[in-house]
T-cell receptor, first 118, second 111 residues
């Protein structure tokens, strides 16, 4: 178990550019979550997947944001036409079930991708 | 909607002092409650959790009790150490749905 990994760890971009982040969850976890954390605040929910299905999207997720989890394993979060207000830490988390099907509520977080939009 | 209100920081204590960080929540129904910790330069880690009323979560000397009547989940530790310096987040969820976090409390322990 190598934990949740995210790539890149840091990204600096210019306003108007597109960026894409990747998250690799813990291998047996079927749920994957994206959160955004700005300085001095708690993480805010963006969206989550169960396997490849996107089950919920926050109103924070404008139409410039899109997330995918095409094969139910890794996920990508793309931000188009970035704005300075998009600067934040983007966190990914995963959770799963026991082999007997019991839901495990604990979400395990990756190290995050810090985005700076100039 | 659901929300979590946390004691505002920063909190500065001397080593071996008693710690309380207050957390109250607003939710429809009975969520699971969590404390996550973020050490300097590291990612969020689960510290402890409680899934029903009167449950007590504990880990690393920290404790929190799920109080339905006061909708609270206060974090306590009897004797803090310098290594406990971190940001602490209270959070709630229903099942393994999304987490709703408080704003976090920065704790600094002075030797």
């Amino acid at each position: 178990d190598t934990g949740v990994s995210q790539d890149p760890r840091h990204k600096i971009t210019k306003r108007g550019q597109n960026v894409t982040f990747r998250c690799d969850p813990i291998s047996e976890h079927n749920r994957l979550y994206w959160y955004r954390q700005t300085l001095g605040q708690g993480p805010e929910f963006l969206t989550y997947f169960q396997n490849e299905a996107q089950l919920e999207k926050s109103r924070l997720l404008s139409d410039r944001f899109s997330a995918e989890r095409p094969k139910g394993s890794f996920s990508t979060l793309e931000i188009q036409r970035t704005e300075q207000g998009d600067s934040a830490m983007y966190l990914c988390a995963s959770s799963g079930r026991t082999s007997g099907g019991r839901v495990l509520e604990t979400q395990y977080f990756g190290p995050g991708t810090r985005l700076l939009v100039l | 909607g659901n929300s979590v209100t946390q004691m505002e920081g920063p909190v500065t204590l001397s080593e071996e002092a008693f710690l309380t960080i207050n957390c109250t929540y607003t939710a429809t129904g009975y969520p699971s409650l969590f404390w996550y910790v973020q050490y300097p330069g590291e990612g969020l880690q689960l510290l402890l959790k409680a899934t029903k009323a009167d449950d007590k979560g504990s880990n690393k000397g920290f404790e929190a009790t799920y109080r339905k009547e006061t909708t609270s989940f206060h974090l306590e530790k009897g004797s803090v150490q310098v290594s406990d310096s971190a940001v602490y987040f209270c959070a709630l969820s229903f099942g393994n749905e999304k987490l709703t976090f408080g704003t976090g409390t920065r704790l600094t322990i002075i030797p």
